[in-house]
């Protein structure tokens, strides 16, 4: 057997492809297109979305994104809505932070959307404020 004298596979030689662009032109909806707030993952390049029109669907990420664009709970994006199925769409794009900041003020996304915000921070919201889980100190 030979013995390992590389510093990694082809993925190392093709380099990390940082995706550095400063600046790209902001993607507005089309229409069969609508913004969507990833909810959840579901493994498999699926994912549960909000889209801002007030409906859940479940989303799948494009074969040209899988394994280049990381998409999390919480990343806005740009999602394709299928004729045929109402109930599912296709994850088209991803903003980052600062270009969906700028997708709220030009009025694009609504004012309650919230950007940079993971799933456990939305599921903290939900809960009521009281942050007594029932044990009390005092009689130590």
């Given amino acids: 057997m030979p013995k390992p004298k590389g510093k990694g596979g082809k993925n190392r030689r093709r380099g990390k492809g940082d995706g550095?662009?400063?600046?790209?032109?902001?993607?507005?909806?089309e229409d069969?297109?609508?913004?969507?707030?990833?909810?959840?993952?579901?493994?498999?390049?699926?994912?549960?979305c909000f889209c801002?029109?007030?409906?859940?669907?479940?989303?799948?990420?494009?074969?040209k994104m899988r394994k280049k664009v990381w998409i999390t709970a919480g990343d806005i994006v740009l999602v394709a809505k299928r004729d045929f199925q109402d109930?599912?769409?296709?994850?088209?794009?991803?903003?980052?932070?600062?270009?969906?900041?700028?997708l709220k003020q030009y009025g694009e996304l609504p004012e309650n959307a919230r950007i940079n915000e993971t799933a456990v921070d939305m599921a903290m919201d939900n809960d009521n404020d009281d942050d007594d889980l029932g044990i009390s100190f005092d009689d130590i």
């Fill in 20 to 29: 550095e662009e400063s600046k790209r032109e902001l993607e507005f909806k």
């Fill in 32 to 48: 069969g297109q609508e913004y969507s707030q990833i909810v959840k993952m579901l493994g498999n390049g699926r994912c549960e």
């Fill in 52 to 63: 801002f029109d007030g409906v859940t669907r479940l989303g799948h990420i494009r074969g």
């Fill in 87 to 102: 109930e599912k769409v296709d994850i088209v794009h991803k903003y980052t932070a600062d270009e969906a900041r700028n």
